[in-house]
């Protein structure tokens, strides 16, 4: 009997030390695919409260609201916030979708406590707090539009996951999330500034390239120096609503490589 005991309690300690491993190895990185893009959440292993308990949330501001321009940085905020001071850690895990489900647009920041984690972004390293609190914020982060959107792209969603932690385990987390929908611009505009190549980024306004299929109400503007000449060499599609303005004196070759269609 007491050598039974005794494998129940060395097992019991092998446990222990297994769970504060795991935890501590997700205080440092979470694991991918929980965000909710896929269905899954970090309740699948933070189950002690249902998701989204009442007084709790996750927000993140500063991405960009209803609308996004290709290529444009947004700079943003995760918030925290959980219904009483007692939270000793927080964590965070971001991922943006397209349409189709692929991972769309890059992740980036100076926040210490925050790093690209695959194709998401999340904690790392989350600071273990020295008293508990009710709300903490991860900021000086960044995600950049696609330089060229394509069909797809035309509606992105991102989804967000926090975990309003007490410190001590996986049990008696809380577990957040939200998303945020946003849609490319429809009066985006795409500028030809350079000498050369169509195909060039370089001879686009902010290195904006048209993508090949061009949908919604975008315009493209051929306006390049002086001298300078546009030169459509790659095939490029222009949809209905989209405007193509060649202003006036300057050189536009085609040479049979596009389409409108009204």
Known sequence: MKRHLKKIFVLSILITLLSSFSVLMFSSQPPQNYTGADGDYCTSCHSSNPLNSVGGSV????LPAGTYTAG???HFAVSINHSAANRRRFGFSIVARNSLGQNVGTFSGTNPNAANNGNEYAHFNAPLLASGTQSYTYDNLTWTAPVN???ADQN????I???AANGS???GDFIYAATVVASLSTTQTY?????GNWSDA???SNGLLPPAILTGNAAIVIDPPAGAVCVLDVPQQLSAGVSLEVKAGKQFVVNGNLVINQ
């Open 191 to 195: 500028t030809f500034t350079g000498n």
């Open 156 to 159: 992105i969603t991102f989804y």
């Open 59 to 62: 927000v993140a501001n500063g």
């Open 202 to 204: 370089a001879n686009w």
């Open 161 to 163: 996951v926090s975990n």
């Open 72 to 74: 444009t940085p947004y």
């Open 169 to 171: 385990g996986s049990s």
């Open 149 to 151: 959107p394509g069909v």
